[in-house]
């Protein structure tokens, strides 16, 4: 049971830093047109549609996060525990958490934005990321985990309203027969 939350947790993170990068390549000058209250999304290179973006960015970040919180009870290695140990592995953990924001400011660039609800969710992903960073800095064990229990939660309630079918892919068997 605890290794598919932490699982899970790896594959939010994962998703969230890939957004980040895509943050990097925002156009920040105004509209030049008579147009300007349209979205101008020709500056954006928006190659990556949102479930590729999820895919490739966003979930590769959540994953390192989820695999930098909790413990693990193992048949084989017995319980151990997942958290950072050195300097070196809570940096790793803010820069992931720095990401998060970022993932959170892509998911809103016009042209990948959906509607209210969508921007609601992107704004607590980055909120979670500030957690997750704050956690890193004070290298506080229960707040990473509750930082990135929230990830989860705001990863599954998005997925429950935007695409249904990718939280089956989660489930155990016997949750989905």
């Known amino acids: 049971m605890f290794l598919n939350r932490s699982v899970a947790r790896v594959l939010c993170v994962t998703a969230v830093s890939l957004l980040c990068l895509a943050a990097c390549s925002q156009d920040t000058s105004p509209?030049?047109?008579?147009?300007?209250?349209?979205?101008?999304?020709?500056a954006y290179n928006l190659t990556l549609d949102n479930t590729e973006f999820m895919a490739h960015v966003l979930e590769p970040i959540a994953d390192v996060l989820w695999k930098s919180a909790g413990w693990i009870l193992d048949e084989n290695e017995g319980y151990y525990e997942l958290y950072p140990t050195d300097d070196e592995g809570w940096l790793n953990v803010h820069n992931h958490g720095a990401m998060i924001v970022e993932a959170g400011n892509l998911m809103m660039l016009p042209g990948r934005a959906q509607d209210g609800?969508?921007?609601t969710y992107a704004q607590a992903t980055s909120t979670?990321?500030?957690?997750?960073?704050?956690a890193a800095d004070e290298k506080n064990?229960?707040?990473?985990?509750?930082?990135?229990?929230?990830?989860?939660?705001?990863?599954?309630?998005?997925?429950?309203?935007?695409?249904?079918?990718?939280?089956?892919?989660?489930?155990?068997?016997?949750?989905?027969?």
């Open 31 to 42: 509209p030049a047109d008579a147009d300007a209250g349209k979205s101008d999304t020709s």
């Open 117 to 119: 609800a969508w921007t």
């Open 128 to 134: 979670v990321g500030l957690s997750i960073m704050k």
């Open 141 to 177: 064990n229960e707040d990473l985990f509750q930082a990135g229990a929230q990830l989860y939660s705001v990863c599954t309630a998005c997925h429950q309203a935007y695409n249904p079918d990718i939280l089956s892919r989660f489930q155990p068997r016997s949750l989905t027969e």
